[in-house]
Each structure stands twice: as C-alpha cells, then as structure tokens.
C-alpha cells in the first residue's frame, strides 16, 4: 500500500466522511492549460473535494514517446497546480518502478482513501475509446466512475468514447468542457525552436523547461540590437570570435571574460566577481562540486550586473526569457542573473547549462536548487570582499554542514535581512522558503545569526 497519494489531501483518508476525488492522469509531457482546464471543469461540475494530477512514470502506451524525465515532468505537474488549493501532484505512478497502469494506480488510491472515498478517474476521448486494451479492465470498471473529456471541435467523440465504455460496464461521466486546441506535442515544438510557450503553460512550467533545457529548448537567436548588446559592448561575443576559442574550459576564456567584465562593471565589482570565482572554487572543492565548472558560474555570474533599472527592464523585455513581470517592473535590481545566462546562452553556446542555471538562479534560489546553484549562491554571499553581520559565521559552517545546510543558512541570513530593512522579496525566494520549511529542511536555527 502506498504511504502518500497528495502532500496536500492525504488528510482525506482520515476524514471520516464521503470524499470525491478527481484523478486526471497523463504522461503530462508538458502539462499544459489545456489539463489545467479540463481539471477545474471537472472539479466544478461533479462537486470534487479534490483533483489529483497523476503522471505517468513510464506510459504502457508511449514508452518510445515519452520526451521529458519522469521527475522533470512531476516537477512541471507540482509548479502548474501550486496556484489552485483544489489540485495537487499525485506522485505514485513515477515512484513506483516499472510500467504504470491505472488499475493498479486506482486500486492503490481506494486502499488509501478508503471506502469513503468515490474516485473519478477523467480521461480524454482517445484515451477512452482504448480501454479494452488496458490491463485488467473488469476491475478497473469497479474501482471508479469514468469521467470523459473531448478536445474542441471534437465533441462526438466524447460521446462515442462514453457509449463504448458504458457497453463494458463502466460508470462514466461526460464532461461539458471543451478544452483549448493546445497539444504537449505544440508545446515540445514550440520549446525546440526557442518559441514563447505564454499561455499554452503555467508561466512556472515555462520556467522550468527553460531552466532545464527541456524539449530541446534553446533561447530564440537574439535580434541584432539586443546581440549587438550582449556581444559587443566590449564584450564576449568579440572576444571570442577573434580568439577562436571553442572550448569553455581553456585558460584563454578566463581571460577574455575578464577582458570584457574590464569594460562592463566597476573596479569594485570586478573584484567581486572575482573573489565569487575564488569561494566558488573552494566551496566546490570542499563538497564534491565539479570545481571547473563552480569557477566559471562565478566568474559569469555578474555579467549583466552593471545595468541600471531602465537599462535592465529594457535588456529583459528584448531577451524575454520566463520571468514574473512583477520582477520586471518591481524588483528589477534581480534581473542580471537570468538576463546574463540568456545572452551568454546565445553568443557563447558551449557554455555548460549547468554554469548558465547557477547564473540565472544566484539571485533569488530555486526550489530544486543543484549542488553547483548552491555553491554559487553562498560563494557570491561569503566571498572574502563581503563585510556584513553574520557572515564569519556562515564562512565558518564550510566544512563542518553539509552544502544543502549551508546554503538554507545562507539563504535564511539573507532573507531575513530583507524583511528586516523592508525589501521586497522574489516571488521565487518567497517559492524557495515555503518548500523548504513544508519539508522541514531549515536546520535547527534558535536565533538569527547576528
């Protein structure tokens, strides 16, 4: 029997009372607006205490077509359905090994909720129209109401599917929704070729692909004026093209970035990035972090550090990559992460992903932060130029905790910090908190570090 269905309903199974509950399962390879509608209607429309979205570990159906890791796709699952109190992730498919199939899935959620619990389990038309070829379909029929959803223009085929099933003994259900003409085919298409995925995802599904390097997704070619921005201004771009250098790890990129960081930042801040490449390599030595690359996120990391507000909004706005407007408009000093890994993206393309992700999240964290995004985060807090209260002690917990530990100390400092002087906070870092504290993995921590 399963231990968890849903970090946020599993009260349910002691609630002592009818529970019903919605399943929407899929290889969710994006979940995209479309699932997210067809789950609300479906919550409106049968009076659902909860829906569960439920991907696939490994489809029966689409073993060869499944594009996006198991764990990325329930990570996209969570961050899409975090906004709506009525819907979670179900996350029992991906940790059970081997193939999924819904009536082991289903039976596993009724021993769980109980007798109590009514289930509705809500499948696409073609999904349906499929289920003799399901594993053991006479007890699937028994374990919960079939709930059929179509996509637009395609109503009959809803009908059809609910016929075919209710001549097999199902209980079903149609569903009068009819869901946005939006595919995860369109979406992993769209991904590839660098396109805006607005609107056909949750803005923190877009993020993630985009972070990940899911699908194939590669930042959109820049137009000339924001290339001419990005690699010209004294810059990389230059630099590299007449160095010839095709390798991110030879000595003479160390030299041509700091070349063009002379020109870009201050005196001051170039020392800094340069003390951040030093803690970094020293952070990364200590933990079991790949040095090489923990010395090139920092030396990178403050790339586009030198813009003013208006500069930045506009470098933001021309580049677009997945960030809240309120980040844009409110809080622009945070911008110069994720601004600086899309334009390195784009004129220096052998740059690792894993350095240009540790850029873009030195700012604000993420919740699923990388042993190299966290080495980089706390080497820009610690590094030797900082003075500040509290920060001997953060450098003195090198060695003695572990990098997670280490990081959420860091994390906290500066957070509190924030609050204290009456900073606004980056909606990710308020993200990065609440997963972090729900999990109970802030340390032991009595009083704040002084």
């Not at 490994?58 to 073993?63: G, M």
């Not at 869901?179 to 877009?206: F, H, I, K, N």
């Not at 700091?258 to 930042?265: D, F, G, N, Y």
Request: aromatic share 6%; proline share 5%; glycine share 8%.
């Amino acid at each position: 029997m399963i231990e968890s269905a849903s970090a946020r309903f599993d009260f349910l199974a002691a609630a002592g009372r009818p529970v019903r509950l919605g399943i929407v399962g899929g290889t969710f390879d994006p979940i995209h607006q479309g699932h997210l509608m067809v789950g609300e209607a479906a919550r409106e429309q049968l009076g659902l205490d909860a829906v569960l979205f439920m991907p696939a570990g490994t489809s029966v159906f689409k073993r060869q077509a499944v594009h996006a890791a198991a764990g990325d796709r329930l990570e996209m699952v969570r961050r899409a359905v975090a906004s709506n109190p009525r819907f979670d992730a179900c996350p029992i498919e991906v940790e059970r090994r081997g193939p999924s199939y819904a009536v082991d899935s289903l039976s596993d959620l009724s021993a769980f909720f109980g007798s109590a619990c009514r289930l509705f389990f809500v499948v696409g038309a073609d999904a349906a129209a499929r289920v003799g070829q399901w594993r053991d379909p006479e007890r699937l029929a028994s374990l919960a109401t079939f709930v059929v959803a179509h996509r637009a223009g395609r109503a009959e085929s809803a009908q059809a599917a609910a016929e075919h099933l209710t001549a097999r003994g199902f209980r079903v259900q149609v569903l009068d929704c009819e869901a946005p003409a939006v595919s995860s085919t369109q979406v992993r298409e769209r991904a590839a070729c660098g396109g805006s995925l607005r609107y056909l995802v949750p803005d923190a599904v877009a993020g993630l692909i985009a972070e990940r390097g899911l699908y194939g997704f590669r930042a959109r070619p820049l137009d000339v004026a924001a290339t001419r921005e990005a690699a010209d201004d004294g810059g990389l771009g230059r630099l590299l093209s007449e160095r010839g250098i095709e390798d991110a790890f030879d000595p003479a990129f160390e030299d041509a970035v700091i070349e063009a960081l002379r020109v870009r930042v201050s005196p001051r801040r170039l020392e800094h990035i340069l003390g951040v490449r030093d803690a970094a390599v020293s952070l990364a030595r200590a933990y079991g972090v790949d040095a090489t690359l923990a010395r090139l996120a920092g030396l990178l990391h403050d790339w586009d550090k030198s813009y003013g507000d208006a500069a930045i909004r506009a470098r933001a706005l021309a580049l677009d990559p997945p960030i809240d407007a309120r980040v844009v408009h409110g809080m622009p000093a945070l911008l110069h992460g994720p601004t600086a890994a899309i334009a390195l993206q784009a004129v220096a393309r052998f740059v690792p992903a894993e350095a240009l992700q540790a850029v873009a999240r030195h700012t604000a964290g993420a919740v699923d932060m990388s042993d190299l995004d966290m080495v980089v985060y706390v080497a820009d807090a610690i590094e030797p130029s900082r003075r500040y209260p509290g920060v001997d002690r953060l450098r003195a917990l090198i060695g003695e905790v572990s990098l997670e530990h280490l990081f959420l100390e860091t994390f906290r400092h500066i957070l509190t910090n924030l609050l204290e002087r009456g900073r606004t906070v980056h909606p990710l870092s308020l993200d990065v908190w609440n997963r972090y504290a729900a999990e109970r993995r802030f340390p032991e921590h009595p009083r704040a570090l002084k």
